[in-house]
């Protein structure tokens, strides 16, 4: 059994509460004035500070903007991309400059313990170390990294290695193991004649979530990080965000008509929670004749988080800026609340969580790009950016 949900206008709005503390300082006058304390005083002293003491958050971001392009083809075409940290009220700071000649930098991930970068340059993964700002070259492939993705605990990579485009003495696919800690790798799975898989999710249960794309619609598959074995899922559909474990998914059930869209001129109407893996439905989140875009699952998977608006009914109205309305479902009860802050819910969800959300200059505009931090705004003249990962440090 599943929950269908809906959304009216005038559901309970609802908004989280923050916390906070006081910083107490040790009382020293009993050392000062030599009065005799117990022998465990000042270990009980200690005990208290650290209890009530508040150890300040820093909030951090990577982003990523890219600084050269090159043109396609040739022994000269490739990239370069600039990898920066912004640090609480600090200005940026550059960590590194990656790409070059017949380097592509196509994805940046961030490891799970929030300390390094990986890169994937297709001809080469690298990582960066960012508190050193190291780069250290870890990977080439057979042809090329056509996907790559963290285990769970950070240890492990799980790589896609064929060439993109087919052709030539050796279409082969692979996918390899990596240990980070070794350095070294073995390939669990040669194939021929298969297209390349795009890796998006290692599970707990040792599943590697992978999708075919197929234009909008994609092929889910998993692969068994232990034998490389494949299967293929009952799920061929249009996907949306996939929860952090892995376990659950959004797939677009519904369309409504959205001329603002320039490509299809739809947008998803509704959407169906599976278990990527099953297909499984565990709910239906139905915008009642609305735009609506799932954006995150809590932790165990009980909620999700989504937003709707009205689609805009003149293209003239297309560059202005949507109204959304947030609500939670709850997949278990089938309960859904209107909110009034996403942001308190997703900290809620993500202790890494810090709101920063890019902003990408209108079609046809000469404006900026620009990334949002709170009160803050980072414009980056740049074609492209991106934020990589972000956190909090604590001073």
Excluded at 353 to 367: I, L, N, P, W
Aim: hydrophobic share 35%; aromatic share 8%.
């Amino acid at each position: 059994m599943y929950y269908y949900f809906s959304h009216t206008k005038n559901s309970e709005m609802n908004g989280n509460g923050g916390y906070g503390g006081d910083v107490v300082e040790k009382d020293l006058d009993h050392i000062a004035k030599g009065v005799a304390v117990e022998e465990n005083s000042a270990d009980l002293d200690d005990e208290l500070q650290q209890k009530n003491t508040v150890t300040e958050k820093i909030p951090v971001i990577i982003y990523v903007t890219q600084i050269s392009e090159q043109e396609p083809g040739g022994i000269d075409s490739g990239s370069v991309m600039r990898i920066f940290r912004k640090t609480g009220a600090e200005d940026p700071e550059a960590l590194a400059d990656v790409g070059g000649v017949g380097e592509y930098p196509s994805d940046f991930l961030m490891s799970p313990d929030n300390r390094f970068v990986l890169i994937n340059l297709v001809s080469k993964l690298q990582v960066l170390d960012i508190a050193t700002k190291k780069l250290t070259d870890v990977f080439v492939p057979k042809r090329e990294v056509c996907s790559v993705i963290f285990s769970p605990d950070g240890k492990q990579l799980m790589i896609w290695d064929q060439k993109n485009a087919f052709g030539g003495d050796d279409d082969k696919s692979r996918v390899h193991i990596f240990d980070l800690t070794t350095r070294t790798g073995r390939i669990i799975r040669e194939g021929d004649d298969e297209k390349p898989l795009n890796l998006l999710s290692w599970r707990s249960d040792g599943k590697v979530v992978a999708e075919e794309v197929k234009g909008s619609v994609s092929r889910l598959w998993f692969i068994d990080a232990k034998s490389g074995h494949m299967t293929k899922t009952p799920v061929n559909d249009e996907i949306g965000p996939i929860s952090s474990d892995g376990m659950l998914m959004a797939v677009v059930k519904s369309k409504v008509t959205d001329i603002c869209d320039g490509v299809f001129g739809e947008s998803p109407g509704a959407y169906k929670i599976i278990n990527p893996v099953s297909g499984e439905v565990s709910g239906v989140i139905d915008g009642k004749g609305e735009s609506i875009f799932v954006i995150a699952f809590s932790p165990d998977g009980s909620e999700v988080l989504y937003r709707v608006a009205k689609p805009w009914d003149k293209e003239s109205l297309c560059n202005q800026t949507q109204k959304w309305r947030y609500y939670k479902a709850n997949l278990t009860s089938g309960d859904t609340v209107a909110l009034d802050n996403k942001s308190e819910t997703l900290k809620s969800w993500n202790r890494d969580y810090v709101g920063a959300e890019v902003v990408y200059r209108k079609y046809g505009s000469d404006g900026p790009n620009k990334i949002i931090l709170g009160d803050e705004t980072i414009e980056t003249t740049n074609s492209w950016c991106d934020v990589i990962g972000e956190y909090y440090s604590e001073k």
